[in-house]
């Protein structure tokens, strides 16, 4: 049956169900919210002191819509009927020739997209090096071997993006039999850049570029948006609908085009990865998500940008609030004050922003071009208050970011966003702004030498990519199920560490981008690095010594 896109076939085979009076004799067992409603006069459930928790009246009408596979309902892994005609109109939607519902989030996504593209054992596959845990478990799934592509990062913020494309070019060209490239885009802070030479180069090499879009899936479906991953030539792209969309939570998709992915093995894979048992809730607001975008298109978002325009009129009245932006003039040199400390790291100037790079750790292609309006980044400008510091004070006024740094809060709006949100989170940051008065005072009042100072010495671990003598991308790391065995394992001093495979990983955070991964080989740069760092006082996740005096390493002859 051909479905119209006003339409939400699986959604309405729902509503049918809910108001056909039908009596369940099979799972789930609360059988339409019957087990809780029965409890609904006192008199026939037990107190338990003061408390008395009962499901509110619309938990229990979502009751009534938590089925199963049945007739009338299809089935996930099978789907023949409505559940078909419902990924068909997302596909059409957002412009892929086949899309699949993802009921365990993006995370289903990428492992299915992982253990599809790596066919046999060993598959070596180009990944961005900052990637979600999610990828890290695919490749430990397939048994595949990583070479780990080392994203740009944006000289203004300091933050990394994704990799530039002689970087990807390089590795393509390094490694020819590789079975895919994987990069994400847009990164958390919805920064972004172009992705079209990006798999025209994978595609010259015959090889297929799949896409982590857990944050763009409203990419493409407005003006003012960035373009999506599918329309710049990605052939496999993920998208959490639930994140930037209005999905349920777990809600996801995955989009496939062109000949580059088996789809009959992808199928294979997400009857793998996806529960038997799928949530028809949550497949339903999939639907409705996408109802929702097919016929309201671009009007989908008219609101949530006035929210954010209003946002940052307002927030231009509070200097002392700075917000993320791209800039275009990447290329400018460092202030003098500047000056490199030992070890290679930029300096900061005395708000602890980063500065420049040099133009030798920079790719000739501009690596951040692109910005999610409906990601409000912003710091304090006057370095009183950290990200963390911010985000608690804000949450004390009532405004729940999405998340934050030891600089940067990210604020996320989105097509539910109204003005009067923006309204209270002007207003919440205004009297911030006043309640730290005296501290700014005495930051702004700060002598130069000091500052200069400070610049000189400040080490950012969000830097820590662009030394110009690390490799652009790793040799093949092998990852696997089998975990590490102490016996193979040695504790060496960090100075000695250099020629060794690590046997932890190593993670300087934030932000939290892998230095090590276990199995890579230790360079003498990356000992470098983490003394450095480590001097500095920088925190790390990942490490058996938390001193970051030694490393844990395999012994000679283990791999």
């Given at each position: 049956m051909k479905y119209k896109p006003y339409q939400a076939p699986l959604y309405e085979a729902l509503l049918h169900y809910q108001k056909s009076g039908n009596r369940s004799f099979h799972v789930p067992g609360h059988k339409n919210g019957q087990a809780y409603r029965v409890l609904m006069n006192t008199g026939n459930r037990k107190q338990h002191g003061s408390s008395d928790v009962m499901p509110a009246a619309a938990f229990l009408d979502m009751m009534q819509?938590?089925?199963?596979?049945?007739?009338?309902?299809?089935?996930?892994?099978?789907?023949?009927?409505?559940?078909?005609?419902?990924?068909?109109?997302?596909?059409?939607?957002?412009?892929?020739?086949?899309?699949?519902?993802?009921?365990?989030?993006?995370?289903?996504?990428?492992?299915?997209?992982?253990?599809?593209?790596?066919?046999?054992?060993?598959?070596?596959?180009?990944?961005?090096?900052n990637v979600h845990k999610s990828v890290i478990h695919g490749l430990m799934l397939a048994g595949a071997r990583a070479v780990f592509l080392e994203p740009h990062v944006d000289p203004s913020s300091g933050l990394a993006v994704m990799p530039s494309v002689e970087t990807v070019r390089a590795a393509v060209q390094a490694y020819p039999e590789a079975k895919g490239v994987l990069v994400t885009l847009p990164n958390y802070y919805g920064m972004g850049a172009d992705l079209k030479p990006i798999a025209d180069i994978c595609h010259?090499?015959?090889?297929?570029?799949?896409?982590?879009?857990?944050?763009?899936?409203?990419?493409?479906?407005?003006?003012?948006?960035p373009a999506s991953a599918l329309s710049c030539g990605a052939d496999g792209v993920v998208q959490s609908t639930h994140k930037m969309l209005s999905a349920f939570t777990?809600?996801?998709?995955?989009?496939?085009?062109?000949?580059?992915?088996?789809?009959?093995?992808?199928?294979?894979?997400?009857?793998?990865v996806q529960s038997s048992s799928?949530?028809?809730?949550?497949?339903?607001?999939?639907?409705?998500?996408?109802?929702?975008?097919?016929?309201?298109?671009?009007?989908?978002?008219?609101?949530g940008l006035a929210a954010v325009d209003a946002f940052k009129r307002g927030l231009a009245e509070l200097p002392r609030f700075q917000l993320l932006q791209p800039v275009q003039a990447l290329q400018q040199e460092p202030p003098a004050e500047a000056e490199p400390a030992d070890g290679g790291n930029k300096a900061a100037d005395a708000s602890r922003r980063p500065t420049a790079p040099p133009a030798a750790a920079m790719p000739s292609a501009v690596g951040y071009t692109a910005q999610d309006p409906f990601k409000a980044v912003i710091y304090?400008?006057?370095?009183?208050?950290?990200?963390?510091?911010?985000?608690?004070?804000?949450?004390?006024?009532?405004?729940?970011?999405?998340?934050?740094?030891?600089?940067?809060?990210?604020?996320?709006?989105?097509?539910?966003?109204?003005?009067?949100?923006?309204?209270?989170?002007?207003?919440?940051?205004?009297?911030?702004s006043q309640a730290n008065e005296n501290e700014l005072r005495q930051s702004l009042n700060e002598s130069s030498t000091q500052a200069a100072k400070k610049a000189v010495h400040y080490i950012s671990t969000w830097n820590n990519l662009l030394d110009p003598s690390v490799d652009s991308f790793s040799e093949p790391i092998v990852f696997s199920l089998q975990p590490i065995s102490e016996k193979d394992t040695a504790k060496v001093e960090l100075e000695d560490c250099a020629g060794y495979r690590s046997a932890e990983m190593i993670i300087p955070y934030p932000p939290g981008i892998p230095l090590l991964y276990a199995g890579e080989r230790?360079?003498?740069?990356?000992?470098?690095?983490?003394?450095?760092?480590?001097?500095?006082?920088?925190?790390?996740?990942?490490?058996?010594?938390?001193?970051?005096?030694?490393?844990?390493?395999?012994?000679?002859?283990?791999?």
């Open positions: 819509m938590d089925v199963t596979e049945i007739t009338g309902t299809d089935d996930l892994h099978h789907p023949e009927g409505v559940i078909l005609g419902a990924q068909q109109l997302a596909a059409d939607c957002f412009g892929a020739e086949e899309s699949f519902f993802l009921v365990g989030g993006s995370t289903a996504g990428n492992l299915a997209m992982l253990l599809t593209v790596c066919d046999e054992p060993k598959s070596i596959v180009l990944v961005q090096r010259g090499a015959g090889m297929p570029l799949l896409v982590d879009e857990a944050h763009g899936a409203h990419y493409g479906q407005h003006p003012e948006l777990m809600g996801a998709m995955l989009h496939i085009q062109g000949p580059l992915l088996n789809r009959s093995l992808l199928r294979q894979r997400l009857a793998m799928p949530s028809y809730p949550v497949m339903a607001s999939l639907d409705l998500a996408r109802r929702l975008l097919h016929v309201q298109g671009a009007d989908t978002f008219t609101a304090d400008g006057a370095g009183v208050l950290s990200g963390y510091g911010l985000q608690q004070q804000l949450e004390a006024y009532g405004c729940v970011p999405e998340m934050s740094d030891e600089r940067y809060v990210v604020l996320l709006f989105s097509l539910g966003s109204t003005r009067s949100d923006a309204e209270h989170l002007l207003q919440a940051l205004e009297r911030i230790i360079s003498p740069a990356a000992v470098k690095r983490i003394q450095l760092l480590r001097d500095e006082g920088a925190r790390f996740h990942g490490a058996a010594d938390d001193t970051l005096r030694s490393l844990k390493v395999m012994k000679e002859g283990q791999s």
